[in-house]
């Protein structure tokens, strides 16, 4: 009985051991957050505005480590969805709705990396995907629901360290993403300006594995 005990205790022992040590190396985190995307108004080719309601976000994150401790560099892919814009000016011949779909590889330099309160600031370029409504308000067909088109990332946030750990340690997160789509969507009506920004501010928790 002494010699099973000791094999035991020798194997909880190292079984704490190595996970002290994985613990120190973490490079990994997956983060999932819950905000709201804005859309800047537009302006017609005739020069009237065109605005774009509010809609709910559902942002997620995956990101490795590439180097340093202090401030880090780390290679990550935001991915962010917009489900329920409304078009709100209600002029005749445009979309009523519109999605958003976001997938941006980026690069992000993390600061004060081991500490309570950590900012960052994050840019790369992806694919970003529009979906508007299949008619106009005016009851026409619209020709060109989805779009297809290379996205712009740029973001900043700052992370918080927390003592929650379930079986990985868990941050919180607060950030603000801008999307800019190289096309924007498919309104109905000539725009004057081309791209579009997609301003996502969010907020939610990171777990680091």
Not at 179 to 197: E, K, M, P, T, V
């Amino acid at each position: 009985m002494p010699l099973i005990l000791n094999k035991l205790l020798f194997a909880i022992a190292f079984v704490a051991l190595a996970f002290s040590a994985h613990a120190q190396e973490l490079k990994n985190e997956a983060g999932f957050l819950l905000g709201s995307e804005q859309i800047p108004a537009f302006t017609t080719a005739a020069g009237t505005p065109l605005s774009v309601g509010g809609s709910i976000a559902f942002s997620f994150n995956y990101a490795r480590r590439l180097s340093g401790r202090q401030t880090a560099l780390l290679f990550e892919v935001p991915f962010a969805a917009a489900p329920s814009h409304h078009e709100g000016e209600g002029q005749p011949g445009a979309v009523t709705s519109l999605a958003t779909l976001y997938v941006v590889p980026s690069l992000r330099v993390q600061a004060l990396a081991n500490r309570r309160f950590s900012p960052w600031l994050s840019g790369g370029f992806g694919y970003g995907w529009l979906e508007t409504s299949a008619l106009y308000n005016n009851g026409t067909r619209n020709p060109q629901v989805n779009r297809n088109t290379g996205t712009a990332q740029f973001g900043a946030g700052v992370d918080i360290r927390t003592p929650i750990q379930l079986l990985f340690p868990i941050s919180l997160r607060a950030e603000l993403r801008d999307y800019y789509s190289i096309d924007a969507a498919n309104y109905g009506l000539a725009l004057r300006q081309q791209g579009q920004h997609d301003l996502v501010a969010a907020g939610g928790f990171v777990i680091h594995f």
